[in-house]
């Protein structure tokens, strides 16, 4: 079971090692050149893998589900470009079998008691919350040097790969193995996703960026399995949307609480001792809260199936056995600013291209306006009497 975090991408590594001098430096994977060799070099190797989608389908040896995968991604494609207004270009018209579990494994990190992610910032891409690497040895001994440092790390595997568009003059993206076989629901919102990021994409502003892509897929999602998908799909989709709006809620109270401490830490200038027993206990509540919401999803009531197997709660035990600080700012850039992109779509009469054109205006705007004008589209709370 996959979460809805675990969706950042590498950077469009090709393109930024170009701008560098000295790409092929052998130095250590988290030095500035070891770091943009291992990228262009893995990003080779994945575009290589790459083969058309129609010469996929055509082959005898491949097995009947992938087919019929390969050819739902292709109805996906086209209703994403004919019903979404997403791009028509190379991306996602190839397939590559990576023969590992992630395409990439990334890095985020965040200060013991603030909720703000540490930042790698590059040419092209800008400043970013995360760094992607090709292989899960070489994310871990960054996060070793970032750990030394007095930070609270995090390494996680994506399965999804995205060069932002910048590669299509090259082939594309392609869909991975990584991710093939999800439910329907998921994989398709997976494409929608990831080709929102070729329509906008506001240099140095992850949030902006990663809740407007949420926006559109969650959308675009809804607008697939209600003319596209076959009742057994979209009750799948209910099912486990159900799982992760809960999550969501949990780790969105979660988020809260740990902020009102750290701005204790500020206010009320609190010693270090002091400080650590209200953020532990914190965690302490997370903690309880997510067995109590476990247990419901795996909980059968006499004559019904459960919410959840086992198999479909264990993404979630994963990311709750390593929360932390950088794993819950992270989830924040997917669902913080959602709701007022999805009020702007409704502002802009549910019209594709007239809510990407708004949403390019918003990126003219400097970073704080930018954020202020969106949470501006949010309806405002009834007062009480």
């Given at each position: 079971m996959r979460l809805p975090i675990l969706r950042l991408r590498p950077l469009p590594a090709l393109l930024i090692c170009l701008t560098l001098a000295g790409c092929a430096s052998t130095t250590g994977p988290t030095s500035a050149l070891g770091y943009y060799w291992q990228s262009v070099r893995g990003h080779m190797?994945?575009?290589?893998?790459?083969?058309?989608?129609?010469?996929?389908?055509?082959?005898?040896?491949?097995?009947?589900?992938?087919?019929?995968?390969?050819?739902?991604?292709?109805?996906?494609?086209?209703?994403?470009?004919?019903?979404?207004?997403?791009?028509?270009?190379?991306?996602?018209?190839?397939?590559?079998?990576?023969?590992?579990?992630?395409?990439?494994?990334?890095?985020?990190?965040?200060?013991?008691?603030?909720?703000?992610?540490h930042t790698w910032c590059f040419p092209v891409t800008g400043c970013i919350g995360y760094r992607g690497y090709f292989t899960e040895a070489d994310?871990?001994?960054?996060?070793?040097?970032?750990?030394?440092?007095?930070?609270?790390?995090?390494?996680?595997?994506?399965?999804?790969?995205?060069?932002l568009g910048y590669m299509n003059w090259a082939g594309g993206d392609p869909l991975l193995s990584t991710f093939i076989a999800w439910p329907e629901g998921d994989f398709v919102r997976l494409l929608f996703?990831?080709?929102?990021?070729?329509?906008?994409?506001?240099?140095?502003?992850?949030?902006?960026?990663?809740?407007?892509?949420t926006a559109v897929e969650r959308i675009g999602i809804a607008q697939w399995l209600s003319t596209q998908s076959t009742p057994e799909a979209r009750a799948a989709f209910a099912t486990s949307e159900a799982r992760r709006s809960a999550f969501r809620?949990?780790?969105?109270?979660?988020?809260?609480?740990?902020?009102?401490?750290?701005?204790q830490k500020e206010a009320l200038a609190l010693d270090g001792k002091a400080l650590a027993a209200?953020?532990?206990?914190?965690?302490?509540?997370?903690?309880?809260?997510?067995?109590?919401?476990?247990?419901?999803?795996?909980?059968?009531p006499a004559g019904t199936a459960p919410l959840a197997t086992t198999a479909q709660v264990a993404?979630?035990?994963?990311?709750?056995?390593?929360?932390?600080?950088?794993s819950f700012a992270a989830q924040a850039a997917y669902d913080e600013l959602v709701p007022a992109f999805e009020a702007?779509?409704?502002?802009?009469?549910?019209?594709?291209?007239?809510?990407?054109?708004?949403?390019?205006?918003?990126?003219?705007?400097?970073?704080?306006?930018?954020?202020?004008?969106?949470?501006?589209?949010?309806?405002t709370p009834n007062k009480a009497p």
């Open positions: 190797q994945l575009m290589h893998a790459a083969e058309p989608i129609d010469r996929w389908i055509a082959r005898p040896d491949i097995s009947p589900a992938l087919r019929e995968r390969l050819q739902l991604a292709q109805r996906a494609r086209a209703f994403a470009v004919a019903e979404l207004g997403l791009p028509d270009n190379a991306s996602y018209r190839r397939y590559a079998d990576l023969k590992r579990p992630a395409a990439v494994w990334n890095v985020v990190a965040a200060p013991p008691y603030a909720l703000t992610l994310a871990q001994a960054e996060a070793a040097e970032l750990a030394a440092q007095g930070l609270e790390v995090e390494v996680y595997g994506v399965p999804a790969y995205s060069t996703h990831e080709l929102a990021h070729q329509v906008v994409y506001a240099k140095d502003d992850t949030l902006f960026n990663e809740s407007f892509a809620a949990l780790t969105r109270a979660t988020r809260a609480r740990l902020a009102a401490v750290y701005e209200m953020k532990t206990e914190a965690m302490q509540q997370f903690y309880a809260d997510y067995a109590m919401l476990r247990a419901q999803w795996l909980a059968a993404g979630y035990d994963r990311w709750v056995a390593k929360a932390n600080n950088a702007l779509f409704e502002r802009e009469g549910r019209d594709w291209p007239r809510f990407y054109d708004a949403v390019r205006q918003l990126t003219l705007q400097p970073l704080p306006q930018r954020h202020d004008t969106l949470r501006a589209q949010l309806p």
